[in-house]
């Protein structure tokens, strides 16, 4: 059995991808255990691959006209919606030897908690190759993952009750990309599990399907902790690159 | 007044990632740009930019020499979703398609 951290917590786009690379770059010299992050972005917020164009994933006039931040994600994969009351993103910030060499079965072994809490709250989930969660063949929980230093982070979400109309009001896919995934818009291939299960799933269900998900899947003891003042202040000045338009812009 | 030309190339890898090229050269057949995204994951993640950095500023005219570059970059990068030699591919064939371009218009 594993020991990981348990961190519970909530913030800004920047802060949560400052920390989590804060975390990366802290577990690599052994100054924070392994780490299991449950999170939620406080405001919505749409992060977007590292190596996504803003304009190609983003509908930029919705999204300005009603505020929602769009952050560049350390790590590679798909633009997100994270909605403050529908979805709760994890990162799991672990030694690199914990996990399989393989990066589709590490993304599996990693996403293993999430696919069990989505059953634990009553859907048949799925882990599907490359990077997806998926309820009857549709997508409630993307993962993606950046190793360095002997360390992986991955990140991943859960879309409890995500209003799935600002999602595909939000972002924007490549025809090719949906022609191949056989749907004709965003909305058509993606769900949560409350419209799976017929009824509203609460934030505190979903947390709590997740901690035993993860324990279960991961044969983990999560120990809850807090945050150490080096953590945060590592997450501070990070914070500025992801604030930052260059950043942001790093492919228009 | 410089011409500038922009070539794309969009891939979608059967069950995998979305890769989109765009390549902007100018009227001497020199690359202003090589912009590489999509929602792949590559390893080291940086190689890519350095890609585009090693193209940036380089004729066309020297395609071979470029290539061997680019072959030396990626033979050091695990990309994931897209197979690596099809991405390879992609990108040569875009280099040749803006010579093949920037000489058409040079013509002109």
Redo the contacts between chains.
């Keep these: 059995m594993i020991k990981l951290r348990l961190i519970i917590d909530e913030g800004d786009g920047a802060y949560n991808m400052a920390l989590d690379e804060a975390m990366l770059i802290l577990r690599s010299v052994n100054a924070i255990p392994d780490t299991l992050r449950l999170y939620v972005f406080k405001p919505s917020t749409i992060t977007i691959g590292y190596f996504q164009s803003v304009s190609e994933s983003v509908n930029e006039d919705f999204v300005n006209s009603h505020r929602i931040p769009v952050v560049r994600r350390p790590t590679g994969g798909g633009a997100v919606y994270h909605d403050t009351y529908g979805e709760i993103t994890y990162s799991i910030i672990i030694s690199e030897d914990k996990v399989p060499k393989d990066y589709v079965e590490s993304f599996r072994f990693l996403a293993e908690g999430v696919i069990r809490a989505a059953r634990i709250l009553g859907a048949p989930a799925e882990f599907k190759p490359l990077n997806d969660g998926v309820i009857a063949g549709k997508k409630f929980s993307g993962q993606a993952q950046l190793r360095r230093l002997g360390v992986v982070l991955q990140h991943g979400t859960i879309m409890y009750a995500t209003d799935i109309d600002t999602l595909a009001q939000s972002l924007l896919a490549p025809k090719l990309k949906l022609t191949h995934k056989g749907v004709r818009a965003i909305k058509e291939r993606v769900t949560t599990i409350s419209n799976y299960v017929g009824r509203k799933i609460s934030k505190d269900e979903a947390l709590e399907a997740l901690i035993r998900g993860f324990s279960e899947a991961l044969n983990a003891k999560l120990i809850e902790g807090s945050l150490t003042e080096v953590e945060l202040q590592l997450a501070s000045s990070l914070r500025w690159k992801y604030l930052s338009k260059t950043w942001t812009y790093l492919r228009p | 007044m410089t011409v500038k030309l922009t070539l794309e190339k ?3 890898e ?5 890769l ?1 090229l765009k390549l902007i050269v100018n009227d001497r057949c020199c690359i202003d740009n090589m ?11 940086e190689n ?1 930019d350095k890609l585009s950095l090693v193209l940036k500023g380089s004729t066309l005219f020297n395609i071979d020499d470029l290539m061997k570059r680019v072959e030396g970059i990626i033979k050091n990068t ?1 990309i ?2 897209i197979n690596g030699r099809i991405f390879k591919e992609l990108i040569l064939g875009l280099l040749k398609e803006g010579l093949k371009e920037c000489q058409r218009v040079k013509e002109k």
């Design positions: 969009e891939y979608k059967p069950k995998g990632k979305y989109h912009v590489i995204t999509g929602d792949f994951f590559a390893y080291p993640p890519i695990e994931i979703g």
